[in-house]
C-alpha cells in the first residue's frame, strides 16, 4: 500500500525538549506507522550557524558560539533521551563539532563547505526526532537528504527529478512500517557537495519528497493555525480558511503571505498531493487544506507587503512576450501598469528585485530595454479570491488619488500606495470585501476613570466577541465634557489617549449628532458613562437616529416617570436596544436575575438591600468606637465616597437605584415615591463643602445613639433601601435600620452591595446577589456585558 502522509516541523515547532515531545505526540496520534517526516533545524540552530560563519569571515572568535550551540543541542538530548541513546547522540554530536571546527578553521573555506557548516541544524533535528521516536518504542531512522535529493547547482539548486524520484522510492521500499525523519533545507550535487534550498527551503522539500513519493497528504505543522482571510496581528476579525484553492494559494504566496512561499506550492501542481497548514502547538483546532481541485475559499483573503520594489522601463514589443519570459524565469512580477505603448512599471518584492534586474539586462537586446529605474516608495494591498471580479467594485472605491489603479488577473486585485497607508487601506478593504457581516461602532460618553477602564477591557475582549458576532465591533468615537473625537476609522485601542489629545475638538450637542450621521457602520450604540443630566436629556435624540444606548450614567433610569416612559416608547417603535444593568449594582447582574424571574412567569414582591458600597463600608467598620464622622473622612481620604461625602451620605443614590429596579419589575414610580430619610441633617445639607467638614462631627450623636439601641437589641445598624407590597400597599423607603445579627445585610465584605429579591418562588429563602456593587473595574464590566448583549441581538436572525 502506498505511503499517504508526511508531516514537517518547522524550527519554532523544534524550540526545546517540550516541543520536540509535542511533535512526537502529534506523529503518534495523528499519523501512521509508515509516515515520512520533514524537518528543519530546531529553534535558532540555523541562525547560530550563519553567524559562525560571519565570525570566521570577519576573523572574529567563533569559538564560544560554537560552544553555546552544542551545549544547546546536548541539552536538548539530555532532556528526550534514555541515557543508552543519549550517549550514542553524544559521542555523533562530539565528531560533529570536532569536523565544525576542522571546517571553521579553514583559512579558504569554499561556498560548498559553507553549506555544510549550514546543513549539520536539519541533520541534528532528523537525528534526534528518529531517536525520540524509538525510545517511544516506534521504528523510525534518520535520513539525510542529500543522499535523496540530487540537484544541479544554479541561483536556486534545480533538483533532478528522475534520479531524486529513483533515490526516493528506493529509501521507500527498503523502510517498510518505519517512521522515515529526513532533512529538510538540503540536497546535494551528483559530485556530494552540498547545496541549500534557500528561503523556506525545508517547506520546499517537504512537498518536493511528498511528490517524488506519491504521498496524498502533507501536512506543514507551524506556529499558526493555518492560512487566514488577512492578518491575525493586523486585522482582528481575520478568519481562518478552511480550504484554499492551490491556484490562489499560488497567487497569495507570490504576492507575499508569510505562511506559504511560492516555491512550496510548485511540486503540487499536476500532483494529486493536497496540502495542510496546521498548528503544532493546538493540533486538534481547525486548519486549512490547500487542494489541487479545491473550491474557491471561503472567503476572499486580502494580503500585504509594506514596501515593493517598483521597476519602471522603456521597451520595444509586446508586453505579453515580456511577460512570459519573466514567467519562465520564475519572476512573474507581482502586478504591472502599462503607462504608455512604450512603457510599463513591474512590481517585484525587494527579495526578487536583484534577480529582476538581472534578467531585464539579459533581455535588453531583444526588447531594446531602456530608461530602468526602480522605487521603493509603494507597499502593496491585494485581494485574492477565485471570485476576485465580484470584489474589483468595493475595492475600488477605497483606493485614494495616491493609489495605483487596480490590477486584476483571474485571482487577485492589486494595488500599489504610499507605505503609510497599506495598514489602513488593508483594514478597509478587508472589511468591506472579505470581513464580517456588519460593522458596529461604539461611541464612549465619558472618557474618565471607568471609561478608560472600559477601554482597556474592551481591547481584551474585542477579538473574541468579534469572531463570536461575526462581525465588528469598533470604537468609533470618544467624548469628554469638554472635547470630543469622532472618526469613520476605528479608533487604535492601544493609542487612543494620544489620539484623543490630538485629534479631539471642542463639541457642541447637535455638532456630534451630525457626525454620527456620516459614520459608515450599520448599527451605532452609544456608551453613557456619566452623570450629565444634560447628556441624558438628549437621549431621545439618540434614539430618533437609531442610535442603541448602554447607561451606566442612573439619571435616565430614574427621571421623571414621562420622560422614561417616552424613551421606552421610542424603543418599542423601533428595533431599538437600550441597557442599562452598570447603573444599579455595577457587574452584579441584579435586573438579569429580575428579568429572567419575569420571563420564567414568577412574581417579584419585594426588593431590598445596601446599594452603596460606600454606606456599607462605613457601618460595617461603625463600632461605636471611633466617631462616625472620622470613619466618613477617612473613607474620603481613601477615595472611597465621592468628592462631597453627602452625596453618599444623603441617600439620593440609593433611590435612584431602588426607583431602577422598580421600574425593572413594572413599577410606574416617580423619584418621590421612594421615602428617603438622609443621614444628613437639614441643617448641614445646604452648607458649602467646607463648612460641612468643619461641622461633619454634628452626625455623630445620633448615629451612635441608633448603633447602642440596635446593639441593646443584638442587631445591627445598615442602610437600606427596601420595596415591599405589604398587604397590597407598596412601600418604598431608604433609611437607617436595625437588622439582625444574621440577616443577609449584616455581615458583609465592606464595600459590597447586597441584593435581596423575594417572590412567589422565592418567598421563605430569598434570592440574594451580592458582591462588589462599584468600582472601576466592575462598572466597566458591567458596559462591556450590556454592549455585547446589544451586539448579540442586533446579529441575531
Not at 570566521?56 to 538530548?77: G, R
Not at 507605505?419 to 470581513?435: F, M
Not at 421606552?568 to 455595577?586: D, E, I, P, T, V
Amino acid at each position: 500500500m502506498a505511503r499517504c502522509h508526511l508531516h514537517k516541523f518547522g524550527g519554532s515547532s523544534l524550540a526545546d525538549a517540550d516541543c520536540y515531545r509535542r511533535v512526537a505526540h502529534i506523529l503518534l496520534t495523528h499519523g501512521h506507522s509508515d509516515d515520512l517526516v520533514v524537518v528543519s533545524a530546531a529553534g535558532k540552530s540555523t541562525n547560530f550557524l550563519f553567524k559562525l560563519l560571519s565570525l570566521k569571515a570577519t576573523k572574529q572568535l567563533w569559538q564560544e558560539e560554537l560552544h553555546n550551540l552544542i551545549h544547546y543541542q546536548q541539552n536538548l538530548i539530555e532532556q528526550l533521551l534514555s541515557s543508552g541513546s543519549a550517549r550514542s547522540l553524544r559521542e555523533r554530536l562530539s565528531t560533529d563539532k570536532a569536523q565544525l571546527m576542522s571546517l571553521l578553521s579553514l583559512d579558504n573555506m569554499n561556498e560548498y563547505q559553507s553549506h555544510q557548516v549550514v546543513s549539520f541544524g536539519e541533520r541534528w533535528s532528523a537525528r534526534l526526532l528518529a531517536a525520540l521516536l524509538r525510545g517511544s518504542d516506534v521504528a523510525a531512522i534518520d535520513i539525510d537528504a542529500r543522499t535523496l535529493l540530487i540537484a544541479d547547482e544554479g541561483a536556486v539548486p534545480q533538483i533532478q527529478m528522475s534520479i531524486s524520484r529513483r533515490r526516493v522510492q528506493d529509501l521507500l521500499a527498503d523502510h517498510p512500517n518505519e517512521r522515515i525523519v529526513i532533512t529538510g533545507f538540503i540536497c546535494a550535487k551528483a559530485t556530494g557537495e552540498t547545496l541549500l534550498l534557500g528561503r523556506n527551503g525545508s517547506d520546499y522539500s517537504a512537498t518536493l519528497i511528498a511528490s517524488l513519493a506519491d504521498i496524498e497528504r502533507v501536512t506543514i505543522w507551524t506556529d499558526v493555525e493555518g492560512v487566514f482571510n488577512a492578518d491575525p496581528n493586523k486585522i482582528n476579525d481575520a478568519k481562518l480558511l478552511n480550504s484554499l484553492s492551490l491556484n490562489e494559494a499560488d497567487r497569495l504566496a507570490h504576492l507575499g503571505s508569510p505562511v506559504l512561499h511560492n516555491r512550496t506550492l510548485q511540486p503540487l501542481f499536476n500532483t494529486q498531493v493536497s496540502l495542510a497548514v496546521r498548528s503544532s502547538y493546538a493540533p486538534h483546532t481547525d486548519f486549512t487544506l490547500i487542494a489541487p481541485k479545491s473550491s474557491s475559499a471561503s472567503a476572499p483573503v486580502v494580503t500585504n507587503l509594506s514596501s515593493v520594489s517598483l521597476l519602471n522601463i522603456r521597451f520595444k514589443g509586446r508586453l505579453s512576450a515580456l511577460l512570459n519570459d519573466f514567467k519562465r524565469a520564475e519572476l512573474a512580477p507581482l502586478a504591472y501598469w502599462l503607462q504608455t505603448q512604450d512603457k510599463v512599471e513591474l512590481a517585484f518584492t525587494h527579495e526578487n528585485e536583484k534577480q529582476a534586474l538581472v534578467l531585464l539586462e539579459r533581455l535588453s537586446a531583444a526588447y531594446l530595454i531602456t530608461d530602468v529605474t526602480v522605487r521603493t516608495d509603494f507597499g502593496l494591498v491585494a485581494l485574492v479570491s477565485a471570485d476576485a471580479g465580484l470584489y474589483r467594485r468595493g475595492f475600488a472605491r477605497l483606493l485614494s488619488r495616491d493609489a495605483k489603479p487596480l490590477f486584476n488577473d483571474e485571482l487577485s486585485l492589486v494595488t500599489l500606495v504610499p507605505p503609510s497607508q497599506v495598514n489602513l487601506l488593508t483594514q478597509k478593504v478587508h472589511r468591506r470585501c472579505a470581513g464580517p457581516r456588519k460593522r458596529i461602532g461604539v461611541l464612549l460618553l465619558g472618557a474618565g476613570n471607568i471609561g478608560s477602564a472600559w477601554i482597556d477591557l474592551f481591547n481584551q475582549a474585542q477579538k473574541t466577541l468579534n469572531k463570536e458576532l461575526e462581525a465588528s465591533v469598533e470604537l468609533i468615537g470618544l467624548v469628554s465634557s469638554k472635547k470630543a473625537l469622532i472618526s469613520n476609522d476605528e479608533i487604535d485601542l492601544n493609542q487612543w489617549r494620544s489620539q484623543f489629545e490630538k485629534e479631539a475638538n471642542a463639541w457642541k450637542f447637535d455638532d456630534l449628532l451630525t457626525a454620527l450621521d456620516v459614520i459608515e457602520c450599520d448599527e451605532l450604540i452609544a456608551l453613557d458613562i456619566s452623570a450629565s443630566m444634560e447628556l441624558t436629556l438628549r437621549y431621545a435624540d439618540f434614539f430618533a437616529r437609531g442610535i442603541h444606548m448602554v447607561s451606566a450614567n442612573k439619571l435616565a433610569g430614574s427621571g421623571p416617570l414621562s420622560f422614561y416612559n417616552e424613551l421606552k416608547s421610542q424603543l418599542g417603535n423601533r428595533r431599538l436596544f437600550w441597557r442599562y444593568n452598570a447603573s444599579c449594582g455595577a457587574g452584579l447582574p441584579v435586573q438579569h436575575a429580575l428579568n429572567d424571574l419575569h420571563h420564567s412567569g414568577d412574581s417579584i414582591q419585594a426588593v431590598g438591600g445596601i446599594f452603596s458600597g460606600t454606606l456599607c463600608w462605613l457601618f460595617e467598620y461603625f463600632d461605636g468606637v471611633k466617631p462616625f464622622s472620622e470613619l466618613v473622612l477617612e473613607a474620603k481620604a481613601l477615595g472611597l465616597t465621592e468628592p462631597d461625602p453627602r452625596d453618599d451620605l444623603s441617600g439620593r443614590d440609593m433611590q435612584r437605584k431602588l426607583l431602577i429596579l422598580a421600574r425593572e419589575i413594572g413599577l410606574s414610580l416617580e423619584l418621590d415615591d421612594i421615602t428617603l430619610h438622609s443621614l444628613v441633617p437639614e441643617t448641614l445639607a445646604t452648607l458649602p463643602l467646607a463648612q460641612f467638614i468643619e461641622r461633619i462631627s454634628e452626625l455623630d450623636a445620633l448615629i451612635l445613639q441608633q448603633f447602642e439601641a440596635a446593639k441593646a437589641q443584638n442587631q445591627v445598624l445598615r442602610y437600606v433601601a427596601a420595596l415591599d407590597d405589604v398587604d397590597g400597599q407598596l412601600k418604598a423607603e431608604v433609611s437607617l435600620q436595625w437588622v439582625d445579627v444574621s440577616h443577609a445585610y449584616a455581615n458583609l465584605t465592606p464595600g459590597d452591595n447586597v441584593f435581596v429579591i423575594q417572590s412567589q418562588f422565592y418567598q421563605d429563602n430569598p434570592l440574594i446577589i451580592r458582591g462588589p456593587g462599584a468600582g472601576r473595574e466592575v462598572t466597566a464590566a458591567a458596559v462591556q456585558s450590556d454592549l455585547a448583549h446589544i451586539c448579540h441581538d442586533l446579529l441575531k436572525e
